[in-house]
């Protein structure tokens, strides 16, 4: 049986290859390597995600769950330089391949680390996520009651999803599942994507859920 992504320990060769990406308004070289998400470029999902969402908070806690090589945790790093940025993954080779490219890009505010290795008090005042759908629904449901609980008061997770891999269905889920003190919108759909945003209001909440605008 051949790697996957999450595949926790990839055996393939690792052929390393360098890659250039726009990353926080300007261009980068990055390292890649075969047995993770997308090595050849930056993926068609991960960019509508990084050009359809808003700037992250000035400071915080941040997840990027399902890191891969770092596209999107390298990106909040930037932009967020007083951020603390958890790049998770299942995938050893994904989280060398952050590491690397965190150190290159002087980005010091990274932790790459295993699911278990984020400390359980740690809140999130941002998720943003392209998740591995490919794990299957019931292992990709199970991510999602571990991790969304685990945002802030009045603050998003923002999920980016193929149509045609279950985007809509995903979108029901989180909408029946995450129905007390969270709200679920759709927020911007592109290239056979759509980008779903989950708004934790309170716990529970103190006020009227209203409709959140996109």
Known sequence: MGDHYFSEAPASAEKLRRIRIPLAGREVEVT?????????????????????????????????????????????????????????????RALDLVRRNAEELGLENINAVAPADVPED????????????????????????????????????????????????????LTATFDDGFSVHRTATAKGYRVLKVRRHGNPPTAPVTTLGV
């Open 32 to 92: 890649t390597a075969a047995g993770v998400f997308s090595p050849e470029r930056l993926d068609v999902g991960t960019k509508v995600l990084l050009d359809s969402t808003p700037e992250p908070p000035a400071g915080g806690d941040f997840l990027d769950l399902g890191c891969g090589w770092g596209p999107i945790s390298l990106t909040l790093a930037a932009l967020s330089p007083r951020a603390r940025v958890w790049a998770v993954d299942v995938n050893e």
């Open 122 to 173: 740690v809140v999130f005042r941002t998720i943003r996520s392209n998740p591995p759908i490919r794990v299957g629904k019931s292992v990709l449901h199970e991510l999602m009651e571990t991790w969304i609980p685990r945002l802030a008061e009045r603050s998003d997770a923002y999920l980016v999803v193929k149509r045609d891999l279950g985007s809509d269905s995903l979108q029901r889920w």
